[in-house]
């Protein structure tokens, strides 16, 4: 027998869950800038998903996917993509979608049941939120297909769940980049759960970054509670992609410190313990302490910057809740370019039955 | 000795009865076990039938409805969840291309009795894609059976019928009504009929057809114009595939006027086969051409507008005046 | 300048045409490039546009409805085969889900122009899953045109249309008719209307509709009509979504009879939309009952007996003549 | 950075190209019989094929997909197989299912069109022909998952081509049979086409076999012009699935000497140097090499068992051939269990037009 192929997946961690380091940092890490704003995102990511959550539980919120445990993957990722590249998020990275452009505000409208959501000018060709699990992934390879075609410097960073590996668009999708080398940026947030499976019984391979090497493609594993580690990674990939080098699949280890949604219990599935051991993990206060004993951060600037924070989520709730509901009418208007003659009595029908003394008047 | 109980209760009830009686009946799906199901459908099964008959399957619904045949071609019973109809569409090849046809490409050499449960439509304020009714996709192909219960009751009976059933049923839950009504339910292992309508108040001034959720606001509009003196006859079709023409046409031969209703677009709904068979066949019958009281030809929107979308009773109403207006 | 052609050559002639013209046009699928499609509508293309543009992927439907979404999303203008139709279900979930979607779900701000292409239907005496039509469920769902042309010129003048349409289109091809006849078609860049159907052949007595390979039958049966004195009116449909009900309802309101024909099963075709359509709305003009003439509602058998499924000139003759003599 | 995994594909071949060991053969390979045996049906299968190609091209067969080239991966693979374990094929195996109990004559009605192929009983639970790529690979799964659940030891064994491998339900099956340790082997005909698109194009990985590793279990490459390596590593398979220890994918490297099918021509997109080179490591002269060598085989025994196979496959041509097509009901009598009343009238009118003088008399 001969070695047709070999290969291997490493593993890449810098702060253990403590925030002291086990490895060298890079040397922008040695800085505070960076690390600094990526920990004013994470914490005000969190502090937006409470709030969403709380609207949610006082029904002004349709059911909500909480961004908690994630954030150190989402924050690094959106801070280093370029604004010309393109992301093609899932359904858990709305922080990502608020740095390259929208508005918080536009998070809560899309969540609580309105188009507008996802119509922000300001988010570029980014695609919206994708609920379909997997789906976005081959999304990603038309994207970054199209760049090559129009032989343009631009990378497509997408995003996945651990369940979102088993199902066939994303092997397809790695598959094909894998063959054309497209410039594209897979990062997969294992936290652990898909729902209520567990991620034993998605794959029975040890890590899921494997995966990439089935497709003929770079993958690494990171802790993804490591803001360091992924920050690492991301860069190494968005760069190699960013060459022409070729894609790669980041699997990032996290913890999904939440239920899976607003409608979700997940003390029907998962036991105490484990979620306390998580908890241990988790990425903001690791990032804090690493601050915190660089003397980058101390108790009264995260008073001051909770502040901020509370400010502008406010001020998104504000909006939202000021915001009325789209005519009925508009369920017509964006379906195709123009509106087609058929369609043109169903939408009076609507906008009469919407009306004062309308059939659907509310 | 019955008791009362939601659809989503008698969804489970019906599972679980034919769990204990046939140990060839299997469940799959994703978060059926510990989790019990989202709406909880499969609730308390996974402890009562073990992890061998009850398996959370990985995120892939190709997979489920694959496994699902694989295991059918083998005299198994699966009956598969796929979580919300929006996510059915992967499962179409395999439910197309193999389910539908195992017996008849195989001259009854293997066969499939597979049954999909999915919850489907709208109504409940849930994310994008979790609202649609697409039933008329499969409802248009040959060898799938697509059945659609409208009560706690019929969801027992119908459910025992499709598990039953040798051949493939797609079972579709108005997810709307799951817990809208409690109704006496008992467990008696009593199947309905596959290949029927249902008849759920008889009358002489107009008939009134729908299935699945939109059959609550049907009875509604039929007490409304009931106060008016208007007496309709409400079918439940229940079976969107095969079709009970014989009731339905004996009904409208009777009223001589027809209001059909349902969630999916207009535009190649069920609703256009059922009326263009009643125009065909009963066209003398007819005093009035029928009427279709459906959703837009648009995507269901989100859930601020969802009601703007979705009929109701008013549009009933107005449907059946409208129609029986007609001279 | 008009040559004379066969409809696939008229499908290639409009892919070079519009690749010329606009260079956010490109091509992928199944064996495109270097083979030039399975039937050949794509030959010549990889050598004059180049593997950038005429992209063989890997085989996956699912993964080239997903690429051709994400490219689209981009500003291209994808136009993607699918090998045979009966390989298209992999793709619904990527068009119901997302290409039919795009432009709504974002308000506008992102737009899916793409082409799916794929022939369809039997008569070619093709493998198993090679026969088969089920344009209903596609012509189903809002935001997908469904576009089907039934003569050269008509390809050819479709397919630019669909091509530049700035929202999604399936477009089908009738590949029993691919090589059946050649006819002058300029290559005059020309595109003709998506949303009217074609009138062939003016008449008084009763009206035909059809599309696709079944316009062949459908005139046949006319043709014989006439040598009876019967007056036929043909339409080609065309586009199945959206339906362009003002030209049928206006044939049936001056013949007052009509028969409809399609190859797919009778239960839930597009023909059961039309035939709704037309007695909803018609009622009064109708002299008879719509006849529909379509396959069976079963699977389309393997080849051997594939001809006792397909409809023929015979059966429209026969279920027109029973039309006309109702009274 | 630590390693999270490693992997490696081995590569496994006993004869080259001339027949001449390269490896220690395993102890039956120093017996005649399996692979005298295994000669008889390899030849018996290109008899056969020539002869339903001939068929084609007269007009008295539908569209047909050549076995030239993958005899050597199919016929131990039959050979080893279990009566009560079951054969998931795809549209290239007619030797195998011929093996497993059905005539040559169903091969040849189910490709000339007739359903009836695929109903000889004697095949038992075999699945039919799968036309529709990949999708078979999920049937394996559910009937391996069915042995599990009634606690049979049997085993699903299931068939695809190079180009099957891209589609989401080859990784979807992989991934699931990994996840539930399943008593399955894929094995993968690695012919370097799928119609006209080559291997290249299909995967950016240097095996196929790799991609068992992404999902978690066992992969292996052989020389699939080589019956001994099929035999060893299918063996191996079978042992460790029957055994319990899981599902195997067996990358078998061969090449597709035929068109694609009957309505392909492959010169098109092929070219003859490779075609001729392809000829030179064909299976069949590779195993006569082998058996001549050991005076296992000559021209004498050749001479005698061409005309025994011969005969076969006339008796099976014949028929064929006079097998009357179905009577036009049959379109109704097996799609459901018992004929819904919906059907009947259908149903009559389809026997009634088939008639003498109906419309559709033929
Ligand atoms: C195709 C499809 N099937 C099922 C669902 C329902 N669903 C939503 S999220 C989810 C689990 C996803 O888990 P994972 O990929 O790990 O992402 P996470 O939510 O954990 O971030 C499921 C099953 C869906 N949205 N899409
Ligand atoms: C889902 C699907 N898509 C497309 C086809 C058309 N088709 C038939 S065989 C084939 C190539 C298959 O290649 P491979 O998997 O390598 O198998 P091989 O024929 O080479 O043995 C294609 C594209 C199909 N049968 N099914
Ligand atoms: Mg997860
Ligand atoms: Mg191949």
């Not at chain 1, 359904?91 to 996802?118: C, F, K, P, T």
């Not at chain 1, 729902?195 to 003929?216: D, E």
């Not at chain 1, 080098?245 to 980041?250: D, N, Q």
């Not at chain 2, 009929?193 to 609550?216: H, V």
């Amino acid at each position: 027998m001969t070695i047709a192929y070999q290969g291997e997946i490493l593993f890449s961690r810098y702060l253990d869950a403590t925030g002291k380091a086990v490895d060298t940092v890079p040397e922008w890490a040695e800085q505070p800038d960076t690390l600094v704003e990526y920990y004013r995102q994470m914490t005000l990511a969190r502090l937006f998903d409470s709030k969403a959550i709380a609207l949610q539980r006082t029904g002004q919120l349709g059911t909500y996917p909480s961004m908690l445990g994630g954030e150190a993957i989402d924050i690094p990722t959106a801070a280093l993509m370029q604004a010309e590249d393109v992301l093609i998020p899932y359904y858990r990275n709305h922080a990502m979608q608020v740095m390259r452009g929208i508005e918080w505000r536009d998070v809560l409208l899309y969540w609580g049941g309105d188009e507008r959501g996802s119509a922000n000018p300001a988010q570029g060709q980014d695609l919206p939120n994708c609920v379909p699990i997997a789906t976005q992934c081959l999304h990603a390879c038309g994207v970054a297909a199209a760049f090559r075609i129009r032989d343009e410097k631009r990378v497509a960073v997408t995003l996945c769940g651990d369940g979102a590996t088993s199902k066939g668009d994303f092997l397809e999708a790695l598959n094909v980049a894998g063959t054309w080398q497209l410039p594209l940026v897979f990062i997969i947030n294992n936290n652990q759960w898909a729902i209520s499976v567990p991620r034993a019984m998605q794959c029975g391979a040890p890590t899921l970054a494997q995966k990439a090497l089935g497709a003929g493609l770079r993958g690494e594993q990171v802790d993804g509670n490591d803001v360091i580690a992924v920050h690492q990674a991301v860069s190494r990939a968005l760069e190699r992609a960013r060459a022409g080098k070729g894609p790669s699949v980041i699997e990032a280890i996290s913890y999904r410190l939440s239920d899976h949604t607003t409608a979700d219990d997940a003390t029907r599935y998962r036991s105490n313990e484990e979620l306390k051991a998580a908890w241990e993990r988790e990425p903001i206060k690791r990032l804090r302490n690493y601050l915190h004993d660089r003397g980058w951060w101390d108790e009264n600037r995260e008073t001051q910057w909770q502040q901020t924070a509370n400010a502008r989520v406010q001020q998104a709730v504000q909006d939202y809740l000021a915001t009325a509901p789209d005519s009925a009418g508009a369920q017509f208007d964006h379906l195709y370019a123009t509106l087609p003659v058929q369609l043109s009595e169903q939408r009076e029908r609507a906008i009469r039955q919407a009306e004062p003394g309308g059939r659907h008047h509310e | 000795m019955s008791e009362s109980m939601t659809m989503v209760d008698a969804v489970n009830l019906a599972l679980a009865h034919e769990l204990e009686q046939d140990t060839d009946v299997v469940l799959l799906g994703e978060d059926i076990g510990v989790n019990g199901g989202v709406f909880r459908a499969t609730a308390g099964l996974l402890e009562r039938f073990g992890p061998h008959r009850i398996m959370d399957t990985p995120l892939a619904e190709n997979l489920i409805a694959g496994l699902a045949i694989g295991m059918a071609s083998q005299g198994l019973k699966p009956v598969a969840e796929i979580q919300f109809m929006g996510f059915i569409f992967p499962t179409m090849e395999q439910l197309i291309a193999h389910g539908a046809r195992m017996r008849n490409r195989t001259r009854g050499r293997l066969s499939c009795p597979l049954v999909i449960r999915a919850p489907f439509g709208g109504g409940i304020h849930a994310p994008e894609h979790h609202s649609e009714s697409t039933e008329a996709l499969l409802a248009h192909i040959p060898g799938l059976r697509v059945v659609i219960p409208s009560s706690p009751a019929r969801a027992y009976g119908l459910l025992l019928a499709a598990i039953r059933c040798p051949d493939p049923v797609i079972f579709l839950e108005p997810k709307r009504i799951y817990r809208a009504v409690k109704q006496p339910v008992s467990d008696n292992g009593i199947a309905l009929p596959l290949d029927t309508c249902f008849t759920l108040r008889e009358g002489n001034d107009i008939t009134l057809i729908s299935w699945g959720a939109m059959i609550k606001e049907t009875l509604e509009a039929a007490d409304q114009l009931a106060q008016d003196g208007i007496s309709c006859e409400v079918i439940d079709v229940a079976t969107l595939n095969l079709l009970d023409h014989a009731t339905l046409l004996a009904s409208v031969s009777k009223t001589g006027r027809c209001v059909i209703v349902h969630e999916a677009p207009h535009h190649g709904g069920m609703g256009a086969e059922i009326s263009a068979t009643l125009a065909e066949r009963g066209l003398l019958d007819l005093k009035a051409p029928v009427a279709r009281v459906t959703g837009f030809d648009t995507i269901m929107p989100y859930y601020r507008l969802e009601n703007q979308y979705l009929p109701n009773s008013a549009d009933i109403v107005e449907a059946a005046r409208q129609t029986l207006e007609f001279v």
